[in-house]
């Protein structure tokens, strides 16, 4: 079966390149900050315009460093708040990751600041009473602040499945990182694999899902 360009492949919708078309709602996030960065090591928090993420606004998000591992929203889409259930703003990324997950978030948050590097998750939400697994990807791309310093985080979360009534949280299942400045190589490095048994390929990303509302801190 076919829609436009795209193929139905098992469910999932396969575009013709072989990748599926919910995948790049991420790469198109990559992308966009790619293009603000230019041929520099990481773009300014400042040069991050809406306009330009039209149609992926409701999957992105800004972080702040706190300390360490540890960044606090500044800016999340709709479609994180209808994931958590919580108002977001002020909260930390790891709200939405369960207990067994976090030292690997704090672990790739760390590299993102410090290396820095682009991290991409393969993640899930595991299934429950009343509601089904959720298969996705996560994104986290560097940002510096007004004064300077890589403390800011360009993000986006895309999962594939029906959320549900009740809060959902994440499970890490994979994540590769591509350092910026050469200290992992030039290619992306496999880091962690987690044991969830999610019963489905890792590349699973959710499709537009058109949410365009913010929820703001101002910086």
């Given at each position: 079966m076919s829609?436009?360009?795209?193929?139905?492949?098992?469910?999932?919708?396969?575009?013709?390149?072989?990748?599926?078309?919910?995948?790049?709602?991420?790469?198109?996030?990559?992308?966009?900050?790619?293009?603000?960065?230019?041929?520099?090591?990481?773009?300014?928090?400042?040069?991050?315009?809406?306009?330009?993420?039209?149609?992926?606004?409701?999957h992105a998000?800004?972080?702040?460093?706190?300390?360490?591992?540890?960044?606090?929203?500044?800016?999340?889409?709709?479609?994180?708040?209808?994931?958590?259930?919580?108002?977001?703003?002020?909260?930390?990324?790891?709200?939405?990751?369960?207990?067994?997950?976090?030292e690997l978030l704090s672990d790739a948050l760390t590299a993102v600041f410090d290396e820095p590097s682009v991290v991409r998750m393969d993640i899930a939400s595991p299934s429950g009473i009343g509601r089904g697994q959720l298969h996705g990807e996560l994104i986290l791309l560097p940002l510096r602040s007004d004064l300077g310093d890589v403390d800011r985080v360009l993000g986006g979360i895309v999962l594939e499945g029906k959320i549900g009534r009740q809060p959902r949280r994440i499970d890490i299942l994979s994540q590769t990182r591509r350092s910026l400045t050469g200290f992992a190589g030039a290619a992306p490095v496999a880091v962690q694999q987690a044991g969830l048994d999610t019963h489905a390929p890792n590349t699973n990303r959710n499709p537009n899902r058109g949410h365009l509302r913010l929820v703001v801190s101002n910086d």
């Amino acid at each position: 079966m076919s829609t436009g360009g795209d193929t139905f492949k098992d469910g999932n919708i396969i575009s013709m390149q072989g990748r599926p078309a919910r995948a790049q709602q991420i790469d198109r996030i990559e992308h966009y900050w790619n293009t603000v960065r230019g041929n520099r090591l990481v773009p300014s928090r400042c040069e991050i315009d809406p306009r330009g993420m039209e149609g992926l606004l409701g999957h992105a998000f800004i972080l702040e460093r706190i300390a360490g591992g540890l960044a606090r929203f500044r800016i999340a889409g709709s479609h994180l708040s209808e994931l958590s259930g919580l108002e977001l703003r002020q909260m930390p990324l790891s709200a939405l990751v369960l207990p067994g997950s976090r030292e690997l978030l704090s672990d790739a948050l760390t590299a993102v600041f410090d290396e820095p590097s682009v991290v991409r998750m393969d993640i899930a939400s595991p299934s429950g009473i009343g509601r089904g697994q959720l298969h996705g990807e996560l994104i986290l791309l560097p940002l510096r602040s007004d004064l300077g310093d890589v403390d800011r985080v360009l993000g986006g979360i895309v999962l594939e499945g029906k959320i549900g009534r009740q809060p959902r949280r994440i499970d890490i299942l994979s994540q590769t990182r591509r350092s910026l400045t050469g200290f992992a190589g030039a290619a992306p490095v496999a880091v962690q694999q987690a044991g969830l048994d999610t019963h489905a390929p890792n590349t699973n990303r959710n499709p537009n899902r058109g949410h365009l509302r913010l929820v703001v801190s101002n910086d």
